[in-house]
């Protein structure tokens, strides 16, 4: 799908008002449908990150037009219900028209840029509670990655209790989205551990963020090894989603449909959240990625 990057660069410089005025307007709907809805949510908030890459080109995110109209034409197929993203990618879906009557999510901590010294000291540099109120959007969702080596990750514990606690207040969903980590020895680079005990326990962390969970969900790995997954998402009564994660072949995008068929049959999974391996698949079938994943739920 096309989308025009000029038009888009003249409201901004000429009408900055029409991104709150299309929020404003913006049919709403409620983040479950029905009462055996599940659901799926398209994810692009990597490039505030400064992660760019999609398997081996390294700046495949970087052509804004261009991951718009993808996410124009996911957000079009049936059984997509909705966008997790940062404030410039949401605001351009805001004047594109593409967020009418979807379930919107604010990403909120964005400081701990990938690669960074302080990647763990993970700041609250996105929405704030208080715009995912003011812009009507439907939840927020922030990462927390906890390396017991690193006192960044009390920092990010801490501003994240806060905000669960803040997003509570005004009853408004929040997706944690937990792992526990290390660096690499060799490399300095931050591994997630996605085994079933270290993630059993990102699990029970998560859960217990604030005083108050009525409005937290979980947006979790699939372990591993799949078959763990049950054991695992036993830790918590939280609603839950399953994320994604870059794909980088056909067979990785195919095995990771059957993870997910699988975790998605757990009575706390309640959909997908998923980013690069749709918008961004190894075939280049936007279409058909999404309507796969659709077809799971």
């Not at 000029?6 to 404003?24: D, G, K």
């Not at 005004?170 to 060799?186: G, N, S, T």
């Amino acid at each position: 799908m096309s989308v025009d990057p000029l038009r888009l660069v003249r409201l901004r410089a000429h009408h900055p008002e029409a991104v709150a005025e299309a929020a404003a307007r913006r049919p709403r709907r409620p983040l479950i449908a029905h009462e055996a809805g599940r659901l799926l949510i398209v994810a692009a908030d990597h490039p505030a990150r400064g992660a760019l890459a999609v398997g081996e080109r390294p700046f495949a995110m970087a052509d804004r037009a261009d991951l718009l109209g993808r996410l124009c034409l996911a957000l079009s197929r049936p059984g997509v219900d909705g966008v997790l993203a940062t404030a410039d990618i949401l605001d351009d879906l805001l004047l594109l028209g593409a967020l009418d009557g979807k379930v919107v999510l604010g990403s909120m901590n964005r400081g701990g840029l990938a690669g960074a010294s302080f990647e763990l000291d993970d700041r609250f540099t996105g929405h704030r509670p208080a715009d995912l109120h003011r812009l009507r959007f439907d939840a927020g969702k922030l990462l927390l990655r906890i390396d017991y080596d690193d006192p960044g990750s009390l920092r990010t514990m801490e501003s994240a209790a806060r905000a669960v606690d803040e997003m509570a207040e005004l009853r408004l969903p929040v997706f944690v989205e937990p792992f526990l980590c290390h660096r690499d020895p060799a490399s300095g680079a931050l591994r997630s551990d996605l085994g079933a005990e270290a993630v059993t326990t990102s699990i029970a962390i998560a859960s217990g963020l604030g005083g108050s969970s009525a409005y937290t969900w979980l947006k979790v790995p699939v372990t591993d090894n799949p078959d763990d997954m049950a054991r695992v998402m036993e830790t918590s009564t939280l609603p839950a989603v399953l994320l994604g994660g870059d794909v980088g072949s056909a067979d990785d995008q195919d095995a990771a449909y059957e993870k997910w068929r699988h975790a998605l049959r757990l009575p706390t999974v309640q959909g997908l959240v998923v980013g690069r391996s749709l918008l961004y698949p190894a075939d280049g079938d936007v279409a058909g990625a999404v309507d796969s994943a659709a077809s799971l739920l």
